[in-house]
């Protein structure tokens, strides 16, 4: 099933076209990797795609169409998690996750932070976390969420090999279920059967 159509993307800042023209479609049980230099344009294809940036060339079809409707529909299905992790340094490991995910039954809570290997930091401040423990903590809603459509950027960034295996487990449990990716990253990924994007 088609759940994105991206052709010919071009995206300018300050009068300058940021990439060579983009295209690809994303598919149920599919990864889209998109990657790239630094400052090549990576993010600004992921918030042209969610809306939030405009587009100067091409065209983004949503489940097969071009209608608000369409993308208002896209959208329901669509999980996003940014580059930055939105993690309040001021709160705990339990309240960033209540206010990143809603509202969490106990056996949720102990299931996630077991599978991100936080159960020792669960009352602590985030202030007190590491960069990757940090990031672990972003990206437990990839556990808690019931979103078929996974727009991640860089989210292996600042973990180590653990993490990163943990959250590539992840993604292939999502496609297993039928689910779909879109993610930025510079990094290499160790799973198979990916679709991968050179942004120049």
Same mark, same amino acid.
């Given at each position: 099933?088609?759940?994105?159509?991206?052709?010919?993307?071009?995206?300018?800042?300050?009068?300058?076209?940021?990439?060579?023209?983009?295209?690809?479609?994303?598919?149920?049980? =599919?990864?889209?990797? !998109?990657?790239?230099?630094? #400052?090549?344009?990576? +993010?600004?294809?992921? %918030?042209?795609? $969610?809306?939030? /940036?405009?587009?100067?060339?091409?065209?983004?079809?949503?489940?097969?169409?071009?209608?608000?409707?369409?993308?208002?529909?896209?959208?329901? =299905?669509?999980?996003? !998690?940014?580059?930055?992790? #939105?993690?309040?340094? +001021?709160?705990?490991? %339990?309240?960033? $996750?209540?206010? /990143?995910?809603?509202?969490?039954?106990?056996?949720?809570?102990?299931?996630?932070?077991?599978?991100?290997?936080?159960?020792?930091?669960?009352?602590?401040?985030?202030?007190?976390?590491?960069?990757?423990?940090?990031?672990?903590?972003?990206?437990?809603?990839?556990? $808690?969420?019931?979103?078929?459509?996974?727009?991640?950027?860089?989210?292996?960034?600042?973990?180590?090999?653990?993490?990163?295996?943990?959250?590539?487990?992840?993604?292939?449990?999502?496609?297993?279920?039928?689910?779909?990716?879109?993610?930025?990253?510079?990094?290499?990924?160790?799973?198979?059967?990916?679709?991968?994007?050179?942004?120049?």
């Amino acid at each position: 099933m088609m759940l994105l159509s991206v052709e010919r993307l071009e995206i300018e800042r300050d009068d300058r076209v940021l990439f060579s023209p983009i295209t690809f479609d994303l598919l149920k049980g =599919e990864i889209i990797k !998109i990657t790239g230099e630094n #400052g090549a344009g990576k +993010s600004s294809i992921l %918030r042209a795609i $969610l809306g939030f /940036l405009s587009i100067s060339d091409g065209s983004i079809r949503y489940l097969g169409g071009h209608s608000k409707a369409s993308y208002a529909e896209f959208l329901k =299905e669509v999980l996003y !998690i940014g580059h930055t992790t #939105g993690v309040k340094d +001021s709160l705990t490991v %339990r309240e960033n $996750l209540t206010l /990143l995910n809603g509202p969490l039954r106990d056996d949720q809570l102990i299931k996630v932070v077991n599978r991100l290997q936080l159960q020792d930091c669960l009352e602590q401040l985030c202030r007190q976390l590491s960069a990757g423990q940090k990031k672990r903590v972003a990206l437990a809603s990839l556990w $808690l969420t019931t979103s078929s459509i996974w727009v991640l950027d860089e989210p292996i960034a600042s973990l180590d090999s653990s993490g990163q295996s943990i959250v590539e487990g992840a993604l292939l449990d999502h496609l297993k279920e039928g689910g779909a990716v879109i993610m930025t990253t510079h990094q290499a990924l160790t799973i198979p059967h990916y679709k991968e994007i050179i942004v120049r």
